[in-house]
């Protein structure tokens, strides 16, 4: 017997039901803010996320899944925002459209231990802005993600915010945590010690608890901002508290990836322990044009649905109530029940009907099981008679209607 991958699942017909609540909720979301959907390949040039997302990150130097092919390097994509800017430059987007506001629904791939919240298959809701680099369009975007929560009715998350400034800045905040640092390399854990050689911003974002004493005793704040970029936080700031979003400025969050700058952002749900982030994002000003296209600022950000999933409420799944089952007895019946179930489905009515021969107290058990409203019998006594029994399931009533109004009858009633 064969068995999935470890790090992927099955997501079986009784849990699709609430991921497409959760997509459809979110395309409603999506439409309200003038997002439009973007639908990029899975598999990417390998190069374009060493580019994007820095060579010495994490998510390059462990996580991606790689395809060697012949001459070719081709990646299964760990992440959209690198997608999306390398299809906003290939399709001339900058050209045809100016600034664009997308968003994507799907999957990831990343080659890493699975755990709670984990998967080496999971799944994004995302969306990027690209072509402003004023503040009102990160108030936009934060404000976006938080309306999305509230729509999928998920309690009791924190939404964490800072700014890393420009390149310079960026820069001047690597220079500051060298110094810091240089003479507490000892006390950082194995995986820090090798991250203040290669990318010293990412021992900000560890999760061992002495790495984060360390960092905390550093007082960095925002000492290596410079004025614009101060403003810029301010402003978004303010944005916020106008559409009384709550909100915690954290000096230490930084984000995994190389190409955020300005405004960044984390969505944490402490239920899920220490992997606590549902959701994240950031602005990434330089991206576009590092990889060819023009100099436009950009910001997006990503939801992992696996751990929505977690965070969210269980509510049992819900039939449509929709459904007519159709249960002929007798071959007579069963050659005549062909036409009507395809007249019903020609008519807009979702229908379905027992394929595995049983009696009429097991496919009633079958109709009831798929959650049918109507359940139409049809025996030789009701082709005499040109017409059809129907029972309703909900209030256990049952009538003989003709079969020329059977469709109109139904449609009225569903």
């Known amino acids: 017997m064969f068995k999935r991958i470890p790090g992927t699942k099955d997501i079986l017909p009784a849990e699709v039901v609430g991921w497409q609540k959760l997509e459809h909720l ?3 979301v999506f439409l309200a803010y003038n997002y439009t959907e973007i639908r990029p390949p899975v598999i990417e040039d390998a190069v374009l996320f060493d580019r994007s997302l820095g060579e010495f990150a994490e998510v390059v130097q ?3 899944f790689l395809i060697k092919n012949q001459d070719d390097l081709y990646a299964l994509r760990p992440e959209g925002t690198a997608s999306i800017v390398r299809a906003y430059i290939e399709n001339s987007l900058d050209k045809t459209s100016g600034f664009v506001k997308l968003y994507y629904i799907g999957p990831m791939f990343r080659l890493e231990r699975p755990q709670k919240g984990r998967l080496r298959q999971f799944h994004h809701i995302g969306a990027e802005a690209i072509g402003s680099a004023g503040p009102e369009i990160d108030v936009e975007v934060i404000s976006l993600a938080d309306r999305l929560l509230r729509v999928w009715k998920i309690e009791g998350y924190k939404i964490k915010l800072n700014s890393l400034g420009c390149s310079k ?10 110094k810091g640092l240089e003479n507490k390399i000892k006390n950082l854990c194995p995986e820090c010690q090798v991250r203040f050689e290669h990318n010293v911003l990412r021992i900000l974002d560890c999760k061992n608890t002495e790495c984060q004493e360390v960092v905390k005793n550093l007082d960095i704040q925002d000492k290596y901002l410079c004025q614009d970029c101060k403003s810029h936080f301010e402003k978004v700031k303010i944005g916020l508290n106008a559409l009384k ?3 915690e400025v954290s000096p230490y969050l930084v984000r995994g990836l190389d190409y955020y700058t300005r405004t960044v952002f984390e969505i944490k749900h402490e239920s899920l322990g220490a992997q606590d982030a549902i959701g ?6 330089n991206l576009v044009k590092e990889l060819g296209g023009p100099d436009v600022g950009s910001i997006g950000f990503a939801f992992g649905v696996e751990r929505l999933l977690l965070v969210k409420s269980e509510e049992p799944a819900q039939k449509s109530g929709k459904l007519v089952f159709l249960i002929n007895l007798g071959d007579a019946a069963k050659a005549y029940s062909y036409g009507l179930l395809n007249s019903l489905r020609d008519a807009g009515i979702a229908a379905d009907t027992d394929y595995e021969g049983k009696s009429l107290k097991g496919a009633m058990r079958s109709a009831d099981a798929a959650g049918a409203r109507f359940v139409l019998v049809i025996g030789d006594n009701e082709l005499k008679k040109n017409a059809v029994m129907v029972k309703d399931m909900q209030t256990g009533n049952q009538e003989e209607i003709g079969l020329e109004a059977i469709i109109d009858n139904l449609k009225g009633r569903i």
């Not at 960026?170 to 060298?178: D, G, N, P």
């Not at 994240?280 to 000003?285: F, I, L, V, W």
């Open 280 to 285: 994240a994002g950031g602005r990434y000003d």
């Open 169 to 178: 800045d960026k820069s001047e905040l690597t220079a500051i945590l060298r």
């Open 26 to 28: 979110s395309r409603e």
């Open 245 to 247: 979003i709550n909100y």
């Open 62 to 64: 462990k996580q991606m």
